[in-house]
């Protein structure tokens, strides 16, 4: 399996990101945002990039559409 790093700068690209592994699984925004405990409204929000998102929903995200996250702090 190939490895994709993603270098997110902002809540738009967050939310292309997420749009495009949905996309792909074949999961509607429905399907999902009831797995993450989101409206409809809110998913949409989400992935076009007008909502912030909290790390729980992230989280939920990730176990759902199959990614992981990692964190780097530049010091």
């Given amino acids: 399996m190939r490895k994709k790093i993603e270098n997110i700068q902002n809540e738009r690209m967050l939310g292309e990101i997420l749009k495009k592994r949905r996309k792909e699984l074949g999961l509607t925004q429905k ?5 993450c405990r989101l409206s409809s ?35």
Avoid: C, P, W
């Avoid at 989400?46 to 010091?75: D, N, P, V, Y």
């Fill in 41 to 75: 409204n809110g998913l949409s929000q989400i992935e076009l990039g007008h909502k912030s998102i909290r790390l729980g929903t992230l989280l939920r995200l990730s176990k759902m559409l199959g990614f992981t996250i990692q964190l780097e702090m530049e010091l």
């Fill in 31 to 35: 399907d999902v945002a009831k797995y």
